[in-house]
């Protein structure tokens, strides 16, 4: 493999000598450098980065209240307003400018509902994809690490992975929901229902990949220096292996974050997440369907939401697996 | 490869065994009364002999070991019975769904070929179109077409079912008016006109599943062409004079199928469970549908069992592609 940025020289003895022009990089330098270079990623990672602060800083700037019910007769004028963009075809249609995206058929205003929805659903996306990682990781590195925990963390593993997930899933988001929304509060106990099931039923690809890299990692050189000098076994997991099976776990955190975004929204679509007064984007779209014909938008915006949330995310995490896959970086 | 079926097919006993002991726990925990829709004026004695005629009387491990004889003996001899007119199982209870007071299984089968022809017809086209997709996607890598097919997968693998779902019954019944937004299941396929009804109410379910389908099979395929493209057999097989027609269609695709077969393997079982959303949406009572509103209904017995075939799928079907692989890739012996 020739490097195109090192120069040629010969000394008297006519050896080849490369002398490269540029200084080494670190290795998230070149990482960095193929991610800018994958299209698709870095349109994946501002549309993410475009729609996470958008739905963090969009309430500030959109001050309706999501929850807000017009009574009397505002009720009447207000509920079921179309988008703004409506009365470019449809000119009796009921459009207002202070709803741009319209009201539900309770006068709720549209937009701040899909911002709040949307803080909802990244933020059960996000805390899923830590806490699958964190689990992943762990049994991960424990099997990798110590032979007499591979086995059983690994069929566990595997019993994980025989399990039909979705209908357990349905179940225990039942099972659990009085006892939880009664020590957290409803909201807050949902999230942490609807969470921590994403997370438990979500970590064992992780595992196995970790589990795979830290085998193959605990062979080298390196491990057994550190080891000779006397370091601990948690040290050497937290100091030496870690690191090197980073790039692993980048790619499954990202991917991660997809998987979590769809189940919430898949619960929530079938009536097994956040109440109603609760929104996400899934919950959105759920209300919505029985009245679709009328207002095709209020089913449309969530489902987009979703759909180029996860759709960025799921560029991201491709782009990223080719950036840090070293058999095709700098091709 | 015989000795490794028969030690994996033993093997899954204990694993199904400890799935369905996790299910029935889990179930066990379940806050839901069945008894909670029969009217207050029920006095509570009979409500006790109610619940007792349900078998919830027991303690849990008497109750999991007759819900274990009921599945693993009884059924299978309803089953023969059906087939053969014998009456091994005359007086023997089976298991019965609290909802509608009879045999679970009864239900299942009366559901199974609404989910089947969907998700089946599903499968198929989506491996149908998945397959040339990926072909001549990795043979052309980052022509335009791929670049397209690319697009196409990941919006494919990112656009849930339920949105898709609602996008095409918004686009294709309610604007454009050509399909039925709601699967009609009493409908019986007897002359021209029934079988055209028919598929035209399968069109909008088959479209959403298969583009899910496509979608992963494709990406895998491609992932798998391209991995073998590069391969040192490829420039012999071209070196030698062969056409490229049976470099690409005989050499490399038959190296590729190889993950790409189990992946198809592993996947059958993943459709049931995904179709619980699709059909959801379009209202197809299959058993996706019969597991929410059992769901729904507290009713434990059909819960568990729909749980607990739909493990079973997934151990077998797990089962299926190790022993395929190990048939299509002499390179991997289980000794």
Redesign the interface.
């Known amino acids: 493999m020739t490097d195109p940025a090192a120069e040629i020289h010969y000394d008297d003895k006519g050896v080849v000598e490369a002398i490269p022009t540029r200084p080494p990089r670190s290795q998230w330098a070149e990482v960095w450098q193929q991610l800018k270079a994958h299209k698709g990623a870095m349109a994946g990672a501002y549309l993410f980065i475009f729609i996470v602060l958008a739905v963090m800083v969009g309430p500030f700037i959109w001050h309706a209240d999501p929850q807000f019910l017009p009574q009397g007769r505002d009720f009447i004028n207000l509920r079921d307003t179309r988008p703004i963009y409506t009365a470019l075809w449809d000119s009796g249609a009921k459009v207002n400018w202070a709803h741009p995206l319209g009201t539900d058929n309770l006068g709720r205003d549209t937009l701040a509902r899909l911002l709040s929805g949307g803080r909802v659903s990244i933020a059960v996306g996000l805390t899923a994809m830590v806490l699958s990682i964190l689990l992943g990781t762990l049994v991960g590195v424990v099997a990798g690490f110590f032979r007499k925990f591979d086995g059983p963390l690994m069929r566990l593993t595997d019993l994980f992975l025989a399990l039909p997930l979705l209908p357990l899933i349905l179940v225990a988001s039942l099972l659990f929901r009085e006892p939880l929304s009664n020590t957290f509060g409803t909201e807050g106990g949902i999230f942490i229902l609807i969470v921590a099931l994403i997370g438990i039923t979500s970590w064992m690809q992780t595992a196995r990949i970790v589990r795979g890299d830290v085998l193959a990692l605990k062979e080298r050189e390196f491990v057994l220096a550190a080891r000779s000098v006397g370091t601990n076994p948690i040290q050497l997991m937290i100091r030496h292996l870690l690191p090197n099976v980073l790039s692993p776990i980048m790619v499954s955190a990202t991917l991660g974050i997809a998987t979590a975004i769809i189940t919430e929204s898949a619960l929530s679509f079938l009536g097994f997440g956040f109440p109603p007064d609760f929104p996400t984007w899934g919950r959105l779209l759920n209300d919505s369907v029985d009245r679709m014909v009328l207002y095709p938008e209020r089913v449309i915006w969530p489902g987009l939401l979703i759909s180029l949330t996860v759709l960025s995310v799921n560029y991201l995490g491709d782009g990223l697996r080719d950036a840090l896959d070293p058999r095709i970086r700098g091709r | 490869m015989l000795t490794f079926t028969i030690r994996r097919l033993v093997l899954a006993i204990p694993?199904l065994l400890?799935?369905s002991l996790?299910?029935f726990l889990?179930?066990e925990?379940?806050?839901?009364d069945p008894m909670a829709q029969v009217p207050l004026t029920v006095p509570p004695e009979v409500k006790e002999r109610m619940r007792e005629a349900l078998g919830l009387g027991q303690p849990w491990p008497i109750r999991y070991w007759k819900w274990l004889v009921q599945f693993f003996w009884i059924e299978p001899q309803v089953l023969i019975d059906y087939y053969f007119g014998t009456t091994f199982s005359a007086d023997d209870l089976r298991v019965i769904s609290w909802q509608t007071r009879s045999p679970v299984m009864d239900i299942v089968v009366q559901r199974l070929p609404q989910t089947l022809w969907v998700v089946g017809t599903a499968y198929v086209v989506g491996i149908l179109i998945a397959l040339p997709v990926g072909i001549y996607s990795a043979y052309r890598q980052y022509s335009w077409f791929d670049n397209a097919g690319t697009f196409v997968t990941?919006?494919g693998?990112?656009?849930?079912p339920?949105?898709s779902g609602?996008?095409v019954?918004?686009i294709f019944s309610?604007q454009l008016g050509w399909f039925p937004s709601i699967y009609d299941t009493t409908l019986r396929v007897t002359d021209w006109d029934s079988l055209v009804l028919q598929l035209q109410q399968m069109v909008m379910p088959v479209m959403v599943l298969a583009l899910q389908i496509t979608s992963q099979i494709s990406r895998f395929m491609r992932a798998s062409m391209l991995d073998n493209l590069n391969q040192d057999y490829v420039r012999t097989a071209r070196a030698k004079g062969l056409r490229e027609k049976s470099v690409v269609l005989v050499h490399v695709l038959r190296n590729s199928m190889i993950p790409v077969v189990t992946v198809i393997a592993l996947g059958i079982?993943g459709i049931f469970?995904?179709a619980?959303?699709t059909e959801?949406?379009f209202k197809v009572n299959g058993i996706g549908q019969l597991?929410?509103t059992a769901?729904?209904a507290n009713d434990l017995p059909m819960?568990q069992t729909?749980?607990f075939i739909?493990?079973v799928l997934?151990?077998l079907f797990?089962l299926i592609a190790d022993v395929l692989y190990g048939l299509l890739d002499p390179r991997i012996r289980y000794d």
Do not use: K
């Open positions: 694993t400890f799935i996790v299910i889990l179930l925990l379940a806050p839901g990941m919006v693998f990112s656009v849930p339920f949105f609602v996008l019954i918004v309610v079982p469970g995904g619980i959303i959801q949406v597991l929410i769901i729904q819960v729909l749980t739909f493990a997934i151990v797990n």
